[in-house]
């Protein structure tokens, strides 16, 4: 190949066994402005996640040709959801008619909640519904609910007005500089408001950054929703048995 | 008692102790989400008025947590030091914060207190406290652990290297720890979280510490934050432990939400003293806390987070730890909602660590759902290394790959020991010197690449895992 010797970079060779950010170099004492940039870039992208508010027309169109329903939590805005997570889980009071005139007794209702990154539901909230729905034949689904401002825990509202047997919410977990599109699932037995978190099962790191893909997470959750129809419950009971289906991915923590 | 104040044509009455204490504190959105921040600014000052002329020994008298139900509260009464706090019991919270500021307050002085000193009372003092107040007689707290190094001398600044790997794979692991080698990081540990939490993952990763450690002699302790019942198993199969590690809280039901109680602590405390594997001292232990903790549980008793955070050193204290951080920014925006809030709180925290005798660092961190960055990073090293903090937690380029929010930089702790003129541990510096790492001005050198310090390194790096 190459006679001249090039200088390596030792740092390349070992950059593959983590994505921390090492052999950055100096500048001085401080970080080179290459680095810094990068970083401010993955900080603004999590940040935006946080904050650019869910297109639900989008989402809508992404989903046809499921119907949809629209409801509010209990925090009016962004500011006040963070830091008012108690609001978050609750619908707010002018939810609609629409989840009252929806029918009743479904199996499962869906529930796509923005959560802390907009950005990971509107990117991987609907091929996710649209790929459970698929393996979902004979059970009754309702109209997928799209919560806005919205908690884990605003499914168990939802899922109550609605009759639902089962509610999975579908909800944007916390960003992180290196993941800020990861999508949870929520899968509840029941839902109720006051269901502690230990009654339900999660699924997270569901995105394209070598985390779970679509088709992997349905068959998860599909599983899950089956043997939750079957023994009547979800939550710890049925951790143990999941865990084994698929290997959890590393990345963004849990929203709850 | 009765709690009342006439400030600007109105009258502010608190009910109870707990109400203005939490009333006093600097508004935060925790005590707002609680329920127990004042309404107004100008209730907020009427409180701290009223808890100036409050005698400091009211809370010898007054339990914030109830004794019977809580057995943190019973530790901290049963384990007062009443001859001790003989020279401050005259005072009100406003006479001891005055006399903390004085001169006669010195190093000897305030170390003497300590154990006289109850957390409420060190809350309550801090609430009347500017941020100045905060660091100033921080900065007098001496307090001085050792295990293979020793931490807290004047002018010295610890930190923990926290190379977290979101699969824990050990060769990247080892990446991120030799990256911080590189910078002089790591004297007060290091010190990894484990993405998976269960014995044989975290005896992987302790071999693995150890094994560098051995391999380039470096004075320094290693841990793997496990839980602490997974560490007593783990010294049970005699895997290389330096530092047990444990999360605690300001209330039994907190403490018990993260699964230990005292018991458990004492356990693991005298296992890990039995192992006998400190050279310069035995401070075995290492706690992480958090304003928040308890009401993220639900375990607050109606108490202001700040004070439930200061109770939590009082578990800390009984086991004589080598090091204690507060994860300052770590628990979201719905305790401490922007930088303002983290840099008060991780001051606070500081300082109501270290007046109770504990070898107090922080982790100056911060979410991507609160409202900071690294500017306020920034500001909060540079007060908190002012006021002489302990250690400070650092990961690569201040980004954290496995937990998901960011920390310091190991640069950061370059900008600090040039601009601040603060150290590394003695027995660590001593060893960068012999690694050729210190350049003749005191600096970390920053080594070319093809200097074969560097390049022995990184190829003892490749082979390890």
Redesign the interface.
């Known amino acids: 190949m190459d006679d001249v010797a090039r200088p390596t970079d030792p740092w390349s060779a070992l950059r593959a066994s983590t994505n921390a950010r090492i052999g950055l170099g100096r500048s001085g004492d401080a970080m080179p402005l290459k680095a810094v940039l990068e970083f401010q870039a993955a900080h603004a992208t999590a940040r935006d996640a946080v904050h650019t508010p869910l297109d639900l027309d989008a989402v809508e169109a992404a989903l046809q040709p499921l119907s949809t329903l629209r409801v509010k939590s209990s925090a009016p805005d962004r500011p006040t959801y963070l830091r008012r997570p108690d609001l978050g889980r609750r619908l707010g009071d002018e939810p609609g008619p629409d989840l009252d005139a929806a029918d009743k007794g479904a199996d499962v209702v869906f529930v796509v909640a923005d959560g802390l990154s907009a950005t990971a539901v509107q990117m991987h909230a609907a091929p996710l519904v649209h790929a459970c729905v698929e393996r979902l034949k004979g059970f009754k689904i309702a109209p997928v609910v799209l919560a806005s401002q919205a908690r884990v825990a605003l499914g168990d509202d939802v899922g109550e007005r609605v009759g639902a047997t089962l509610v999975a919410v579908l909800i944007g977990e916390r960003p992180g500089l290196s993941v800020a599109e990861s999508l949870g699932v929520y899968l509840t037995y029941e839902p109720r408001r006051g269901r502690r978190d230990s009654e339900r099962n999660c699924i997270s790191n569901i995105h394209g950054k070598g985390g779970l893909s679509y088709a992997l997470a349905a068959d998860k959750l599909v599983w899950l929703i089956r043997e939750a129809t079957r023994l009547k419950l979800t939550g710890v009971k049925l951790k143990d048995d999941v865990d084994a289906l698929a290997p959890a991915a590393g990345g963004a923590l849990p929203e709850t | 008692m009765i709690l009342r104040c006439d400030l600007g044509g109105q009258r502010y009455v608190f009910s109870d102790l707990k109400r203005l204490m939490a009333a006093a504190s600097p508004r935060r959105?925790g005590d707002?989400?609680a329920g127990l921040a004042a309404a107004t600014d100008a209730e907020r000052v009427a409180a701290r008025i009223v808890l100036a002329d409050l005698p400091l020994d009211t809370f010898l008298g007054e339990a914030l947590v109830p004794y019977e139900d809580d057995e943190v509260t019973r530790l901290i009464v049963d384990g007062h030091d009443s001859e001790a706090f003989a020279a401050v019991s005259h005072l009100t919270v406003g006479g001891f914060r005055d006399w903390l500021l004085s001169h006669e307050a010195d190093s000897d002085a305030l170390s003497k207190l300590a154990p006289g000193l109850t957390p409420e009372m060190v809350a309550a003092v801090s609430k009347l406290m500017r941020n100045q107040d905060l660091i100033s007689v921080a900065r007098k707290c001496k307090v001085i652990t050792a295990f293979r190094t020793t931490l807290g001398l004047p002018g010295r600044l610890g930190t923990r290297l926290q190379?977290?790997?979101?699969?824990d794979?050990l060769?990247?692991?080892a990446?991120?720890v030799l990256?911080g080698l590189l910078y002089g990081v790591g004297d007060a540990v290091i010190g990894i979280n484990p993405?998976t939490d269960n014995v044989p993952n975290a005896i992987a990763l302790m071999e693995m510490l150890d094994g560098l450690r051995q391999q380039y002699d470096i004075p320094a302790q290693t841990c793997v934050l496990t839980h602490v019942t997974n560490a007593i198993e783990i010294m049970n199969r005699r895997a290389p432990v330096d530092l047990v590690f444990q999360s605690v809280a300001g209330s039994e039901a907190a403490n018990r939400g993260f699964g230990v109680d005292l018991a458990v602590l004492t356990e693991a405390h005298e296992a890990a003293l039995a192992l006998k594997r400190g050279t310069v001292g035995q401070n075995v232990m290492y706690f992480e806390t958090g304003q928040g903790a308890a009401l993220s549980a639900d375990a607050h008793h109606g108490v202001d987070q700040q004070t439930m955070e200061t109770r939590a050193y009082a578990v800390a204290r009984a086991y004589q730890p080598m090091i204690v951080n507060t994860v300052v920014g770590f628990i979201g925006?719905?305790y401490l909602?922007d930088g303002k809030q983290i840099i008060r709180a991780g001051l606070e925290d500081h300082f109501c660590g270290k007046l109770l005798g504990l070898p107090m660092g922080c982790d100056v961190c911060y979410?991507?759902?609160a409202e900071a960055?690294?500017d306020d990073m920034d500001g909060l090293m540079t007060l908190l290394t002012t006021a002489g903090c302990t250690f400070l937690i650092c990961?690569?380029?201040?980004?954290d790959?496995?937990?998901?929010?960011?920390s310091l930089?190991f640069?950061d702790v370059?900008?600090l020991?040039?601009t601040l003129g603060v150290k590394a541990a003695p027995e660590f510096e001593a060893w960068l010197d012999r690694m050729g790492m210190v350049a003749p001005d005191g600096?970390i050198r920053?080594l070319e690449?093809?200097d074969p310090r560097?390049?022995h390194m990184?190829a003892q790096?490749?082979l390890v895992a």
């Open positions: 959105s707002e989400l190379p977290n790997h979101p699969t794979d060769r990247g692991v990446v991120s990256d993405a925006p719905e909602y979410t991507n759902h960055d690294q990961v690569p380029g201040a980004d790959v496995m937990l998901n929010y960011q930089s640069h370059l900008y020991r040039s600096r920053e690449l093809k560097i390049s990184l790096a490749s």
